[in-house]
């Protein structure tokens, strides 16, 4: 392992000396300075993991020596000792970023010893854990470099430390999740629990138990106290994911548990305080949800407190051959495979296809192209689309002019649902709307299982 390097300061040689001869038999580095400019010197010539500085000294004290010392790197641990120390410049020294203020005297070799070694087991534990957070928010990290994007990333760094609430809005597929991830890792938040719920898929009838919890009896099959999404996330972030589709009731109470900063269990008599960043996510305009009264506007304007738009993947052309590459190297990497990449011809399909499913569906599309190619260079056949696009196929309904929106929306809904073999979660994204809305659809039309097309037993 490597040995840590100590700056010792002091203007008295005997002092200075028996500080440092303590420090090397304990194995550490030692270089000595008798004066504050000269430590100053020395210190940006050279690295150091620790400084230890008496506290009376000219032309330079040991507190003006901290807070030089701190302009050039803020993070290195700073002990003052002193043979005259006050309690109120202790609390001087620590508040300008001292780790510790030590009396000379007969003990102050021994308590270096333990000082010293507690404080570099502290800071190795605060650069083990900014490495880990690095590594987090480089895993959660959106790939490509267009300028859209790079707006993104300096949004998400003036927010992430803040408490404003973020809405991220964006077609089914782009990402909005990650977005919301990269929020919490960057945040003081981090080390705090991450928690999503999907609003779309929640039965109407647990919402509330899901967001809040529920205590025993509370009604039928609550068979024993349960926390919700709110407690979970408590010194943490709390992720709604397709706020839209959550039902006009439930998002009265949840406005309320925004407000006060405190939730109520379904069947409890105390309010439960909780410290919870909210983002929430919506592939739907929200703005035009309150016109057609299927949003509350007050709720709106206390989640939109900082908005994040993430375009589609057809209008940030630069981005998708970073992707690509990002992908590829991902399914070799879990496969075992060895894809070189895209030929030319491979680079122009996708750049020329019109990515409908966002991310999501280049992410599949890549990972089919990688089984398919195994090894080499990945060539255009190994894509299940034409250049002209899913979009462009799926659209082709037939829409006449005279016919009315709403038949020109079951058109439009039946027409993708053939094209995507039934599979409602494919047609669900394809449409940019949620399951829930598909299946309102598709019952509020009424039709016969063979009209549109919808097997019983699909999963949804």
Not at 55 to 79: C, H, Y
Not at 168 to 196: C, D, M, N, V
Not at 400 to 428: P, V
Not at 437 to 455: I, W
């Amino acid at each position: 392992m490597e040995k840590k390097n100590i700056l010792v300061v002091d203007d008295q040689e005997h002092i200075r000396e028996a500080i440092a001869e303590t420090m090397r038999r304990g194995g550490y580095e030692v270089k000595t300075a008798k004066s504050g400019p000269e430590a100053v010197d020395l210190f940006k010539q050279e690295q150091f993991d620790l400084v230890i500085s008496d506290f009376s000294m000219k032309p330079m004290n040991g507190v003006e020596l901290l807070e030089k010392i701190k302009q050039i790197d803020a993070e290195v641990p700073f002990l003052i000792v002193t043979a005259f120390g006050s309690i109120e410049t202790a609390v001087d020294a620590m508040k300008k970023g001292a780790y510790d203020f030590l009396q000379k005297g007969d003990s102050l070799l021994k308590e270096l010893e333990i000082t010293v070694e507690r404080t570099l087991e502290y800071r190795s534990l605060l650069s083990e854990n900014k490495k880990l957070k690095k590594a987090l928010v480089k895993k959660w990290d959106y790939i490509g470099d267009s300028p859209t994007l790079e707006k993104i990333r300096g949004d998400i760094k003036s927010v992430a430390d803040s408490r404003l609430t973020v809405l991220i809005t964006g077609e089914s597929g782009t990402g909005k999740e990650l977005i919301a991830r990269s929020i919490h890792y960057q945040s003081k938040r981090s080390q705090g629990p991450f928690i999503k719920i999907n609003c779309a898929a929640l039965p109407e009838g647990l919402i509330e138990s899901e967001l809040f919890g529920h205590e025993k009896g509370a009604f039928t099959g609550a068979i024993k106290t349960k926390a919700g999404k709110f407690e979970a996330a408590n010194g943490g972030t709390l992720l709604l994911d397709e706020i839209s589709e959550m039902p006009v009731a439930a998002q009265a109470k949840l406005l309320r548990a925004l407000q006060e900063k405190e939730i109520q269990k379904v069947g409890g008599d105390d309010p439960i305080e909780v410290d919870v960043r909210i983002v929430a996510t919506s592939n739907r305009n929200l703005e035009e949800e309150i016109e057609n009264g299927r949003f509350r506007e007050d709720l709106y304007y206390r989640l939109n407190g900082f908005p994040v738009h993430l375009p589609p993947l057809r209008e940030r052309k630069d981005d998708i051959l970073k992707l690509a590459e990002h992908f590829i190297k991902k399914f070799n990497d879990e496969n075992g495979f060895s894809a070189d990449g895209l030929s030319d011809g491979a680079k122009k399909l996708l750049l020329s296809h019109t990515w409908l499913g966002n991310i999501r569906e280049l992410e599949h599309s890549i990972e089919r192209a990688v089984v398919l190619t195994r090894t080499g260079l990945i060539e255009p056949d190994s894509f299940a689309f034409s250049n002209r696009g899913a979009r462009g196929k799926a659209a082709d309904t037939g829409i006449e002019a005279g016919i009315t929106i709403a038949d020109a929306e079951k058109q439009l809904i039946l027409k993708t649902l053939e094209f995507c073999a039934q599979n409602r979660t494919k047609a669900a994204d394809m449409l940019g709307i949620s399951i829930r809305t598909l299946r309102n659809k598709l019952n509020e039309y009424a039709l016969p299982q063979e009209e549109s097309g919808v097997a019983e037993n699909e999963a949804v």
